[in-house]
């Protein structure tokens, strides 16, 4: 078979069919885990988030990888902006620690905003022992956000906690937050 065939103007002539674009998450079934953005911050929701991490954890079973970390990054005082000031200081809140993720994340990596006060950030093939100064350095930034809101000055205060994961981890058991006993906290 020579190239001349394949380009030959005699050969039988196929229609290709029209290739649509993938449809759009709102339309695949609810329990469908995929990259989804949630809309405040950018980040990856909660289900997306999980994807990634199940994903890297395949990727830790294939040998592929040896691990990594995952942060949980809460807003320590979340409920005390949510009682004393509007919906939209804390949208700015959760905006202002976004764009922080996402500036400090690898291209690798993967950060997730979980629930209204929780974050998460995802440090595939990163031993815990080489990834707690980048953490360390990462809370101590968090730690120094503030914003003017309404005429006050807002400080934002986060905690992380540190839990390192390898083949014989589910994700599940992360975002569910039943793994208390292997998350250090810093």
Not at 112 to 119: N, Q, Y
Not at 124 to 144: C, E, G, H, S
């Amino acid at each position: 078979m020579t190239s001349d065939y394949i380009h030959n103007e005699y050969a039988p002539k196929r229609s290709v069919p029209d290739r649509s674009p993938l449809p759009p998450m709102a339309d695949k079934k609810p329990n469908h885990i995929g990259y989804t953005l949630e809309k405040t911050g950018g980040l990856l929701d909660k289900n997306g988030f999980t994807y990634s991490l199940e994903r890297d954890i395949a990727r830790t079973r294939r040998g592929y990888s040896e691990g990594g970390v995952l942060a949980f990054i809460s807003v320590e005082n979340f409920a005390f902006l949510q009682d004393h000031y509007s919906p939209a200081t804390c949208e700015a809140c959760i905006q202002m620690i976004a764009q922080m993720l996402l500036q400090e994340s690898r291209a690798m990596d993967a950060a997730g905003h979980l629930e209204d006060a929780t974050f998460a950030l995802l440090l595939p093939d990163a031993p815990i022992d080489k990834a707690v100064t980048r953490l360390q350095a990462l809370a101590a930034r968090l730690n120094k956000l503030e914003f003017i809101r309404e005429g006050h000055h807002i400080e934002i205060s986060t905690g992380i906690r540190l839990a390192a994961y390898g083949p014989q981890n589910r994700a599940r058991d992360f975002i569910s937050g039943d793994t208390d006993d292997e998350q250090e906290a810093y």
